[in-house]
């Protein structure tokens, strides 16, 4: 009965740190993961290292060409995107 109780704080702390740590990070991921996902041509996004652009091609490869300028287009890999700024709106297709 004793081995029991003195496990019961280890549990109780490795319950807490789940619910607080790593949950919440799985959860950003995944969403993450979503944006990255949905992320088509027109779309203005915003890299890690801060560049803000529009997407003017989705490659094979988990990669977009981005253009940063007026005629300047770096490529991009998807997973590196920070943000997705604004949308476009999917085409009608009537």
Known sequence: MDAIAQFVPLILIFAIMYFLLIRPQQKKV???QAMVGAVR???QVVTQGGLIGKVTKVKE???LEVEVADGVKVRVV???LADVRSKTE?????
């Open 41 to 43: 041509r027109g779309d």
């Open 30 to 32: 995944k969403e993450h």
């Open 90 to 94: 999917p085409a009608n297709d009537a």
């Open 78 to 80: 998807q997973s590196t």
């Open 61 to 63: 490869d988990n990669e």
